[in-house]
């Protein structure tokens, strides 16, 4: 099982500030790496795929970067709808598998 | 604009069977050729991919539930299940059902999504 290991865990920003978060995995995993959002009460959404391409209707201030093992989403410039948890997910086509990261909370400082 | 539903019991006794369903509206399971999965989420933490089914009935599966999972289709109600065997508390989650991005994709990433119903497992 792949393992994705996310960075820190939680991360306290204002408004404003750019937020870096790290995504590592325990084996390539190409560029098959996919980032959400997620706030509470609601179902996740998809931010970013393929490890920089931006869903439909994301924000450009969201971007995605990296292949391999390590990938880093930023968020240039921290939007108060903006503070959530993230989470990375890996996928595999085969056999197929998924794994997802632990998350990252980005909190108001 | 295609959307998902899930259903199902809110309560579960230990070593029973959780059965969930999620409906589509919006479009149809068999037209669409995509893959739809399921996902959980424990309280508090994060999120687990269960497994996949295409609309022709094929399956994958998480490896470290297989063994207890079997995903089923019914294209006639426009709607896909997930069933659990010998559940314990360790199985209490909110489940989402899911649809990926691309067609081709089982596993992820998945763009749509339910709005996911919780099941505790308890007696």
Known sequence: EIVLTQSPATLSLSPGERATLS?????????????????????????????????????????GSGSGTDFTLTISSLEPEDFAVYYCQ?????????????GTKVEIK | QLQLQE???????????????????????SSSSYYWGWIRQPPGKGLEWIGSIYYSG???????????????????KNQFSLKLSSVTAADTAVYY?????????????FDIWGQGTMVTVSS
């Open chain 1, 23 to 63: 995504c590592r995995a325990s084996q390539s995993v190409s560029s098959y790496l996919a980032w959400y959002q997620q706030k509470p009460g609601q179902a996740p959404r998809l931010l970013i795929y393929d490890a920089s391409n931006r869903a439909t209707g994301i924000p450009a201030r969201f971007s």
């Open chain 2, 7 to 29: 259903s199902g019991p809110g309560l579960v006794k230990p070593s029973e069977t959780l059965s969930l369903t999620c409906t589509v509206s919006g479009g149809s399971i």
């Open chain 2, 58 to 76: 094929s399956t994958y599966y998480n490896p470290s539930l297989k063994s207890r999972v079997t995903i089923s289709v019914d294209t006639s």
């Open chain 1, 90 to 102: 890996q996928r595999s086509n085969w056999p197929p598998d998924s794994t997802f990261g632990q």
């Open chain 2, 97 to 109: 059902c899911a649809r990926p991005l691309n067609y081709y994709d089982s596993s992820g990433p």
